[in-house]
């Protein structure tokens, strides 16, 4: 079976995040990028269905800064191909538009499963995986957290995880893109000199991408962090002291026990 | 002759499992209402499924019920329901067409924005109607920020998330008009419907307690969850945790608290090393009293928290713990 994981690079939300001067965009200058984490989810999945089922995975990710490390990394985890589509990316690129590319790309890369990640971080105008489905006329199914692929590999079976803990089970033809919520396993780490290794045996693919017309479908005129009239009262101090208002606080509302 | 009416309704993607609206449909609706009085349009409820009629008498805030009925929407598939849609909405094309921003909305949502080239803004907590003009709020980067963008054209699809309306002003009674409307063919579905699994009973049932003390991403290695585990006994409650925590393996599917987990209104929930990404604040912001502890202080979990400290959990925890045991 050939697995294909398209990855994307998203602002790392661990760090402060800038507005621009005009307030309408991320001040991409100080910005650290990173693989989307469900991305990693996906590529996990693939990588486990390959060593169960056999085939290839490939990664292919649009060339939006930053992002050789992380197609290396994909190899030192076991990808077989990385792919890195190169264009005018580095501004951002909306989610119409990556799956466009994207599905121009596919059509030279053989492919039975896409597994994306079933969100990230920065897809305003919607997930990927889907609209990559969709420009590719196949069936996608998000909110994956299980793929067991049928005898013959015509069909997979799918859980798609609801609220309340609840899940479906789906059974999807193939081809087919999955929004991958979480890997039946923990996506496994690449140590730092496999990475190293690999970037000096093996090489990236690169493929141009086409001229894309399709754009997000809306004009973002501000954005800005929330503001909340609610905001948390926040406690201030010492641990000890912070950690003895809490305990009055607990005491008050009568949570301790007696 | 082109028809020259400018599109003013309203339609909302009715979601339902079991026989149950969804709150999250009642929400859409109220706000969907709000946008219809704006553009002096008909809200529509657009309710697919089968056997599905009866619903119509509780979504009396529409104007308008368009049932469409098939066995291939018995339940919910991503492929049938969005082609059932999109011939809907294209034989009607509304102003807004409001869908959830839930696991089956999602295909949904992002779905018919490919199919029908409608432009689509996702994760959206507000929208307003002004001059002819649509403007969306969606919540970002893990609820860090928040995008206002003016949607382009005639139609534009917002996928919503849960709990941003409330719920109450869609629970209108009333008769409204109901509308059968035959879906296209739906023969050559590729996805087929198996079962629905039920959560399976974990050692606790964490909708069920007082006092939850929730576990996030800032625990960094699972070696320390018994650090928080000892802060929910002192509390006689019960240790719970965020998506991060469960995708790792680290603890089970049914301690998560969130979107895809558990939706959870204990009298007091602490969220330790949270950050409060949309989808776990979706299934906590009902607990009585919120008390988050992060590093950062720009984590969305303090816009929903009543009391929030910015430190390291690995400070104060053990003390609060300490002080709990020998209060």
Redesign the interface.
């Known amino acids: 079976m050939n697995i294909v994981v398209p990855v994307k690079m998203v602002p790392d939300l661990v760090e402060e995040l800038e507005v621009d001067a005009a307030g309408h965009a991320l001040d991409r200058s100080f910005l650290k990028l990173r693989i989307n984490e469900f991305d990693e989810h996906a590529l996990e999945e693939a990588l486990l269905l390959k060593a169960t089922h056999g085939g290839t995975v490939t990664v292919l990710a649009l060339d939006t800064g930053e992002v050789d490390e992380t197609l290396f990394t994909c190899l030192a985890k076991g990808a077989d191909r990385a792919v890195k589509i190169t264009g005018d990316f580095q501004e951002g690129v909306s989610s119409h538009a990556a799956a466009v590319v994207l599905a121009r790309a596919l059509g030279a890369v053989p492919h039975d499963l896409i597994l994306t990640g079933v969100q990230a971080a920065d897809d305003r105008d919607g997930q990927v995986g889907i609209l990559l489905a969709t420009a590719l006329d196949l069936p996608h199914v998000s909110v994956v957290s299980g793929v067991e692929p049928a005898p013959g590999g015509k069909a997979a079976t799918v859980r798609q995880e609801y609220s309340g803990g609840i899940m479906a089970e789906l059974e999807v033809d193939l081809p087919a893109v999955l929004g991958i919520q979480a890997a039946r396993a923990a996506p496994r780490y690449a140590p730092v000199s496999k990475v190293r290794q690999v970037m000096k045996t093996q090489k990236l693919e690169e493929i141009p991408a086409p001229p894309v017309e399709a754009g997000a479908g809306s004009t973002v005129s501000r954005l800005a962090k929330p503001e909340t009239a609610d905001r948390a009262e926040i406690l201030e101090g010492s641990p000890e002291e912070v950690a003895d208002r809490l305990l009055a606080l607990f005491a008050e509302r009568g949570f301790l026990k007696r | 002759m082109q028809d020259l009416t400018p599109l003013n309704d309203m339609a909302v993607v009715i979601e339902h ?1 079991e026989g149950k609206l969804a709150d999250i449909s009642f929400e859409m609706l109220g706000k969907g209402r709000e946008l219809a009085k704006v553009s002096g349009g008909r809200l529509l409820a657009l309710l697919l499924g089968r056997g599905v009629k009866g619903l119509a008498a509780e979504l009396g805030a529409a104007d308008t019920v368009v049932v469409t009925e098939h066995e291939a929407l018995a ?5 049938a329901h969005k082609q059932a849609l999109a011939a809907i909405l294209k034989a009607r094309p509304p102003r807004v067409t409001l869908v959830a921003n ?3 909305g ?2 949904l ?3 018919l ?3 029908l080239g ?6 959206v907590k507000d929208a307003r109607l002004a001059d002819g003009r649509l ?2 709020v ?16 005639p139609s ?1 699809i917002l ?1 919503v998330l849960a709990g941003s309306f409330p719920a109450d002003a869609g629970k209108a009674t009333g008769t409204p008009q109901v509308e059968e409307v035959a879906p296209p063919p739906l023969d050559k579905v ?10 399976e009973a974990g050692d606790v049932d964490i909708t069920r307690q007082a ?1 939850l003390v929730s576990v996030g991403r800032g625990i960094q290695s699972k070696d320390n969850i018994p650090l928080v585990e000892e802060l929910a006994e002192a ?2 409650g019960a240790l719970s945790a965020s ?2 925590i ?4 680290w603890l089970p ?2 301690r ?1 608290v969130g ?5 959870v209104k204990p ?2 929930y602490v969220a330790v090393g949270i ?1 409060g990404a949309p989808e776990h604040i ?2 906590m912001r009902g607990a009585e ?4 502890i992060n590093t ?3 984590a ?1 979990i ?11 959990l690995f ?2 925890i053990p ?2 713990t300490e ?2 045991k020998s ?1």
């Open positions: 499992l339940h919910y598939t991503p492929e839930t696991a089956m999602m295909d949502a992002a779905g924005s490919g199919s409608w432009p689509l803004c996702a994760y403007t969306a969606s919540q970002i980067y893990g609820g860090k920020l928040l995008a206002h963008a003016d949607m382009e054209g534009a996928s590729r996805i087929r419907f198996k079962r629905l699994i039920q959560p006092v509390l006689g998506r991060p469960v995708d790792q393996g599917k049914t998560q979107k895809s987990g558990m939706s009298k007091l950050s979706e299934g009293l919120i008390v988050a950062d202080p720009n969305p303090f816009n929903v928290a009543h009391y929030g400290v910015v430190s390291d400070d104060v003390l609060l002080k709990i209060s």
